[in-house]
């Protein structure tokens, strides 16, 4: 047996002039910070959405988070405990709280399927993009991670891809980093079919890697440009520009 793409189940094109809030939160992770404090710079243009950080936008949970970092970023999912727990979604450090609570939200959050990205991005050596899939947690457990695709400006043809840990010991640690002939500058698909607790990265409709014990349970997209302040390089506005998401359920078909 073999995986074929089947019916399309989800497009975003990004070519409305606003961005489409009953799919994405354009927060990152605000239940440990706020989400005025969280808020993603971007902007819809010429059919894209455009996530940028200005040279003038705040540290992300300053004072806190190390290494001192700041994001623009998008979710399709997002939760929290009250104020004061522990519950709640990527906590970066042991015994962090809720600093402010978060109404359950649910945007696109598939099991298992074909996600694709189209993109470009414009890095210094201090930031990167990613675009990465990770559980609800409204089970703890359920956290392990898909890296579609994660790419520093330090090394901008080497592509991360593969399966994150977090927290879920049923999820193994394969990520790797695969060098490829890429301008990071031009548009380029990248994209994981992901089905039966297999997933297989693709860039630009070729098959780079396979990865299995993927997480068997919905996850959301998570997809965002981080400057890193302390990592030398000159200041620089960061951008990823995302022309289109689409995913598509994974058909079986019987190879002659």
């Not at 239940?31 to 404090?37: D, N, T, V």
């Not at 990248?190 to 297999?198: I, K, P, Q, S």
Request: charge should be negative; hydrophobic fraction near 40%; include cysteine.
């Amino acid at each position: 047996m073999s995986q074929v793409r089947g019916d399309l189940v989800f497009e975003d094109d990004f070519d409305a002039s606003s961005l489409d809030l009953s799919v994405w939160s354009p927060h990152y992770l605000p239940q440990w910070s706020s989400r005025a404090a969280s808020a993603a710079t971007y902007q819809l243009g010429d059919s894209c959405l455009t996530l940028s950080i200005p040279v003038d936008q705040g540290l992300w949970c300053e004072g806190d988070h190390k290494p001192d970092l700041r994001v623009s970023g998008i979710q399709s999912g997002n939760y929290s405990g009250p104020v004061g727990s522990v519950v709640g979604q990527q906590p970066y450090r042991e015994g962090l709280v809720v600093r402010e609570e978060q109404e359950p939200f649910w945007g696109w959050t598939p099991n298992g399927g074909y996600v694709e990205l189209r993109a470009r991005a414009e890095l210094s050596p201090r930031s990167m993009v990613s675009l990465w899939m990770v559980g609800l947690e409204e089970q703890p457990e359920q956290c392990g991670e898909i890296c579609v695709m994660e790419v520093f400006g330090d090394a901008p043809a080497d592509i991360g891809m593969g399966l994150k840990t977090i927290r879920d010991p049923a999820v193994p640690q394969d990520f790797e980093t695969v060098p490829l002939p890429i301008d990071l500058r031009d548009f380029h698909t990248y994209a994981v079919e992901w089905t039966g607790g297999e997933a297989t990265f693709f860039v630009d409709g070729a098959a780079i890697r396979s990865c299995q014990g993927a997480p068997t349970y919905p996850l959301q997209l998570m997809l965002a440009v981080f400057d890193f302040p302390e990592r030398s390089g000159p200041e620089h506005v960061p951008t990823f520009t995302v022309d289109s998401i689409r995913g598509w359920n994974v058909a079986e078909a019987l190879v002659a």
